[in-house]
Structures are given as C-alpha cells and as structure tokens.
C-alpha cells in the first residue's frame, strides 16, 4: 500500500541555484515556442509542471526521506526538465517519453543542460499495468511503442524515486501502477496543479 509523506509547507521558499533558475527560465521559452506550434507537434499531452517547486521537492526528498537506492524515473518526460533537475541534485537520472516530437525536445534539453539522463522513447506502463485502468480513456493508455523497461534491463521495482504529472483524474491510476510495481520503500512523487505536489511511499500492507 502507499503511505502519504507530508511535504514542508514551506518547501518552495527553499533556495534554487541561480545556475538551475537561468536553464529553467530559458526551458520556458522553449515550452512556449514548441506550444506555439501546437499545429505542427500534436503533443496535446504535454503540459509543462512548475519546475522550481519540482526542484524544491526533490532536493529536499534526497536530504530527508530514507532512500532504498538513486535510481530516479520520469514517467512521462516531455521536455526531461524534471530529470535533468534530478541529475543535478544527484539522482541517477531516467527518463521515459511516448510522443517523437517531445524526445526530440528532451535530447536537447539533455544535450544542453548538459546533464547525464537515460532516455528512452517508449510507455512507462510495465507490461500488463494498463489493466489496472478503471477507464479506458485515460492519458496515459494506449501509447504505441513498447514498455521501455526491458530495453534498460530494469523494472519499475529498481527505481528509488518515480515522478509524474497525471492529468487530472488519472492521479489515482498512477498510484495503482505504483502500489503494483515499485519495490518496498519506494516513492511516488506526482505534481498535481499549481503549489500541490503529493509523495508517496509503498509500504507493506
Ligand atoms: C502532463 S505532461 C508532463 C510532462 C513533464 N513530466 C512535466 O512534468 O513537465 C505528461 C507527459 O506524459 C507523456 N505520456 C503520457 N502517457 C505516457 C505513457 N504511457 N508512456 C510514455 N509517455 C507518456 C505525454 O506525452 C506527456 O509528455
């Protein structure tokens, strides 16, 4: 089962390097002139979380939340912002998108920061989980191209930190695929919408 972590109410006046705020300002400019082009992308599901609150809360997970390793997962990358951030405070970044047009922007994003990400395009989905789905609408179903995983020689269960940003009404989806897969002691992070993260930790039932 999962066991909800209270996060600081204070965690966003936690202090972001200037280096980190600079490439997230310019990561921005970036996002609104791929968004520009809605046309031309389709990438429909892509919508980019507030980075510096990511930050804050992923820096202060490293220094106070028990980890069972480094192995850090971005379900979803989009852009990879949020796993290069992860590479930045230490994890050992991954980072899994769907859509062709956002792992273009994600390997410049990398190659530009420059930060050491494993990218793959494929499903964060492990084989079998999307039938944890009580509704087959949901964002994150029917993605072509194959569950990443197997590629990596990993399972969802080798990862110390997952984080997504689900769409709405798909949060508790994410946590089923989570409670499934992860390995004990594991994380969940998801941003939910402006000024509300949520993490998680898989416990035993
Ligand atoms: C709301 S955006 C979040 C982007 C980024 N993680 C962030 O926090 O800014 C969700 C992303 O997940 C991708 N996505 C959705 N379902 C997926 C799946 N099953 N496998 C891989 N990528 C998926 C979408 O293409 C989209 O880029």
């Not at 390097?17 to 990438?43: G, T, Y």
């Not at 997962?73 to 899994?96: P, R």
């Not at 508790?172 to 402006?194: C, K, S, T, W």
Request: net charge negative; proline share 7%; glycine share 6%.
């Amino acid at each position: 089962m999962l066991h909800p972590i209270e996060l600081p109410s204070q965690i966003d006046t936690r202090p972001i390097p200037p280096a980190v705020a600079a490439k997230l300002s310019s990561m921005r400019a970036r996002i609104e002139a791929f968004q520009d082009c809605w046309d031309q992308h389709r990438a429909e599901q892509f919508v980019a979380a507030d980075y510096e609150l990511v930050y804050q809360t992923l820096d202060w997970v490293r220094q106070q939340q028990p980890l069972i390793g480094s192995r850090f997962l971005e379900w979803g990358c989009g852009f990879a912002a949020v796993a290069c951030l992860a590479d930045e405070l230490g994890w050992n970044a991954h980072a899994i998108e769907a859509h062709v047009d956002l792992i273009v922007q994600a390997r410049k994003t990398i190659a530009s920061w420059p930060a050491k990400v494993d990218l793959l395009e494929g499903n964060f989905l492990p084989p079998g989980a999307a039938g944890l789905a009580f509704d087959p609408t949901l964002p994150s179903l029917g993605h072509a191209g194959e569950s990443a995983y197997e590629a990596w020689g990993l399972d969802l269960d080798d990862f110390a930190l997952v984080y997504s940003y689900p769409w709405p009404g798909e949060d508790e989806f994410h946590e089923d695929v989570f409670d499934r897969y992860a390995a004990i002691g594991a994380m969940l992070l998801m941003f939910i919408g402006p000024n509300e993260m949520r993490l998680l930790r898989k416990v035993r039932d």
